[in-house]
């Protein structure tokens, strides 16, 4: 399966060479590919919304190719930025929630179009908003794991494949056998959702449950960064930048 999925990425990112080419020539920001892609999340969330359901999968498609192009964009241009990563883990979330916001709201109003079986739309409303909170775990447990030095990149459920299980089944196959194949990846990105979260707090366990107290309490009290005027600059893009020697990844 993962041979099969680095295969798919690789193809995927021969496709969408020529417009990342076509990017760094045109120098555009890459906050501003982040801010498009997240538009198009949030308008494939009010599509599911209204229940057109392989309509928002083709566009909730063009959020898989944004979310590579700013990166690529970023480091090609020599812009990444920590602002850059921030903003774009930011948004990262506002899309998650407003896709499977939307998702919920469609399962909600199964009373209005009948497009799924009639005794589904509450149960899924309840797995929907599990999948939220499941979601947004698994950015948080990563996040928190990083303020404390360690990397918690694991786990079986990444945004890359979330984006593209929440848009490619829908793009090509809709509602098909009354709904079930768009109500079978819904729950499975849930479930997977909080696998993924409860696998990176057990590693996160795991790699400190045998430190010694002393370096807990450094790991606890590490100086974070507080930018103050003399340390800010404002970029041409109008972002606030900080002015360090090196530029993280976006």
């Not at 982040?34 to 498609?61: D, F, N, R």
């Not at 729950?187 to 400190?208: G, K, N, P």
């Not at 107290?213 to 009290?221: G, K, T």
């Not at 930018?227 to 090196?246: C, E, F, M």
């Amino acid at each position: 399966m993962k041979i099969l999925w680095e295969w798919i990425q690789r193809g995927y990112l021969r496709i969408i060479a020529p417009i990342g080419d076509f990017l760094v020539r045109k120098r555009v920001n890459p906050n501003t590919i982040t801010t498009v892609g997240t538009l198009c999340s949030i308008t494939a969330g009010v599509i599911y919304a209204t229940g057109h359901i392989m309509t928002a999968g083709w566009v909730l498609g063009l959020t898989a190719l944004f979310d590579v192009l700013d990166g690529t964009v970023a480091r090609r241009t020599g812009r990444s930025t920590l602002f850059g990563a921030f903003y774009d883990s930011t948004l990262d979330r506002v899309a998650d929630g407003a896709v499977l916001g939307g998702l919920a709201i469609f399962f909600a109003r199964n009373h209005l179009h009948h497009l799924i079986p009639s005794w589904a739309g509450t149960p899924m409303v309840g797995v929907t908003l599990l999948g939220i909170i499941g979601t947004f775990l698994t950015s948080y447990t990563r996040a928190r794991a990083e303020s404390l030095g360690i990397d918690a990149k694991v786990g079986i459920m990444q945004r890359p494949e979330r984006v593209t299980l929440l848009s490619a089944p829908q793009a090509f196959f809709g509602l098909v056998f009354n709904g079930w194949v768009l109500i079978a990846i819904v729950l499975l990105l849930s479930v997977t959702a909080w696998i993924t979260a409860i696998q990176r707090i057990a590693f996160v366990y795991h790699a400190t449950k045998d430190l010694p107290p002393e370096q807990l309490d450094q790991m606890r009290s590490a100086p974070r960064y507080t930018p103050d005027q003399s340390q800010v600059a404002i970029a041409g893009d109008g972002h606030p930048r900080k002015t360090l020697g090196g530029a993280a990844p976006r």
